[in-house]
């Protein structure tokens, strides 16, 4: 590391080679010093894969580490610790910073600490490198750099759209489950901050699946109207006759039911994989308008509408998934007749009435 002449105004030479330049002299010369030390040695690391954070999230790299028998071990809490960046990652897929400033090609980082060094990798799959060297304190670089390589994946983000006929009302409660089922056409729609990010056809099974997604807070929606990547989410629609009947994330001990029945499902943080976004949908009943011409009745005259007493209509409805409209189904009365009192079970009837387990003759 140096050579020098130790005498009365003698200086060191400029250059170190391990050779000390001396002029013929009739007097003793003593005090040729030598100065050698032992290079530092910078170790390569590979870090396990991670989920790319997206956004302008920046990630930590793992301490780097290195030895020095006169310095000693590379770290945080030795002051003598000094690297230089040798090489920087591609730009396509990342950018390396210490102390949140981006750092430069050769750049020397003086008393490194390990919390400050962070990458911020591009969006999507990517694989980072860089090359780092220890410097000791005599200004001497490790032989060789070391390469540091920092593997980012991606999360894929799917579930189901299910035909679920007993909606939220099923055990255990709040459960969407069914039959998979795409209503004759409707589009799942993946975005944040309401803004849209992907969008995709429901398969005629049901299934949906965003892939290579870097990880972050997400929500789906599924509707039939346009959906434009870059703009606001539309509406939720479904196809004629179908409305949603519930959404839940995860399996059915796993809590996730946003209990708000809108066709929207607010996914959350994801760090992996998410497979079981779940959305339930049903087609609604049709009650079926009936009538009949009665003979004006003497006053205090009941009529049941059950067909068992003259003509009357007996109330009618069908639902794809219930079927008819038979004992022990629920109704609702929406109005009342006018002229006359409408009773069930011997008790008047109020309007917006719900019948739960109906029985026709009553």
Same mark, same amino acid.
């Given at each position: ?14 250059? =170190? ?43 930590? &790299?793992? @301490? ?6 006169? +310095? ?22 990342? &950018? ?6 981006? &750092? ?15 990458? +911020? ?5 990517? &694989? !980072? ?34 035909? #679920? @006929?007993?909606?939220? !009302? ?6 969407? #489950? ?99 976004? %779940? ?7 049709? @009650? ?37 409209? =038979? @004992?022990? %189904? ?33």
């Amino acid at each position: 590391v140096g050579e020098v002449i130790a005498r009365v105004n003698a200086a060191s030479q400029s250059s =170190a080679f391990g050779q000390i330049e001396l002029t013929t002299s009739t007097t003793t010369i003593n005090n040729q010093n030598f100065a050698i030390n032992h290079l530092p040695t910078a170790n390569a690391l590979t870090v396990a894969s991670q989920v790319n954070p997206g956004g302008s999230i920046k990630v930590t &790299v793992p @301490a780097l580490t290195g030895s020095d028998p006169e +310095d000693g071990d590379l770290s945080g809490t030795n002051l003598k610790s000094k690297i230089m960046i040798n090489t920087l990652p591609g730009t396509a897929t990342g &950018v390396l910073y210490y102390n949140d400033i981006a &750092v430069t090609v050769g750049q020397v980082i003086p008393a490194y600490n390990p919390a400050l060094l962070k990458v +911020d990798p591009a969006t999507g799959p990517q &694989v !980072m490198t860089f090359s780092f060297s220890q410097i000791d304190s005599a200004g001497k670089m490790s032989a060789f750099p070391a390469l540091v390589t920092l593997p980012f994946t991606t999360v894929n983000i799917g579930g189901i759209v299910l035909l #679920d @006929a007993n909606g939220l !009302m099923g055990s255990p409660a709040n459960t969407v #489950d069914g039959t998979g089922t795409n209503a004759g056409g409707i589009n799942a729609v993946l975005y944040a901050n309401n803004t849209v990010l992907a969008v995709q056809p429901v398969t005629n099974n049901g299934l949906f699946n965003f892939t290579d997604r870097d990880g972050g807070n997400y929500s789906v929606m599924i509707t039939t109207n346009t959906a434009t990547v870059g703009q606001p989410i539309p509406a939720v629609s479904l196809p004629n006759g179908w409305v949603s009947t519930g959404e839940f994330v995860g399996g059915i001990s796993t809590p996730g039911n946003d209990l708000t029945v809108d066709g929207k499902l607010e996914i959350g943080l994801v760090t992996g994989n998410v497979n079981n976004a %779940k959305f339930g949908i049903e087609r609604l009943p049709t @009650a079926i308008a009936v009538s009949t011409t009665v003979p004006v009745p003497v006053a205090g005259t009941l009529f049941t509408l059950s067909g068992s007493t003259g003509n009357q209509p007996i109330p009618t409805a069908i639902d794809p998934e219930d079927g008819a409209l =038979a @004992a022990g %189904k629920t109704i609702v009365i929406v109005t009342l007749p006018t002229n006359t009192n409408l009773l069930y079970n011997g008790t008047p009837v109020t309007a917006g009435q719900v019948i739960p387990n109906f029985v026709p003759a009553q």
